[in-house]
């Protein structure tokens, strides 16, 4: 039963993550690929370049919900190794894959900024609130989206073991921010180089 949950929790997790939230909203509403416009991510900051600011929150919403919702259920549902928290962080990993690698779009996809941070609020949702209070402070402060979200996932393993101090979780916030920030790295450049887009 422990091998089946697991794969059952990996595969339903990473399908729920692939749901390519962005591309769908604007792809009903403009008729165009999101992929093919600004940065190529089919996440919230792209699609308020295409929809405005009413869409950005919206599929930040969304995708923060996309990320929660596997990994509630699996910690509802798994029974599993419960006792260190393997099904969870597993729905948690497979849901930021599928999201900037999904297999409805060729595997590829958002930056796993908002799906990162519903994965933790389903974990602990005060360290959740608070990642997600930095990154909007950051944000609002610098004007860099960017800033905002490497930053707050960069010190949430360290907010993570504070308030939790749960291994697995730990464990996954630094891999979730190696990961994001590694999907950052083009942006990063830019930062250094003074040539990143700020929110308007």
Request: glycine letters at 12%.
């Amino acid at each position: 039963m422990g091998i089946v949950e697991i794969l059952v929790t990996v595969v339903i997790a990473y399908l729920i993550g692939s749901i390519p939230t962005g591309y769908i909203i604007v792809k009903l509403a403009k008729g165009q690929d999101i992929r093919e416009i600004g940065s190529g991510s089919t996440g919230a900051t792209n699609v308020k370049r295409v929809m405005g600011k009413k869409w950005f929150f919206i599929t930040l919403l969304l995708d923060a919900f996309k990320g929660a919702l596997p990994v509630v259920l699996a910690s509802i549902f798994g029974s599993s190794f419960s006792g260190i928290g393997l099904l969870p962080v597993l729905a948690s990993v497979s849901v930021i894959l599928g999201h900037s690698k999904s297999i409805f779009l060729n595997f590829t996809g958002g930056k796993s900024v908002a799906s990162g941070v519903g994965t933790i609020l389903a974990l602990n949702w005060q360290v959740g609130l608070l990642i997600a209070a930095i990154w909007g402070t950051i944000t609002y402060i610098s004007k860099y989206v960017s800033l905002g979200s490497i930053t707050a996932l960069a010190i949430s393993p360290f907010i993570m073991y504070f308030l939790d101090g749960h291994a697995a979780y730990v464990g996954y916030c630094a891999l979730g921010a190696v990961y994001i920030i590694w999907l950052h790295r083009t942006n990063i450049q830019r930062l250094l180089k003074g040539e990143e887009n700020k929110v308007r």
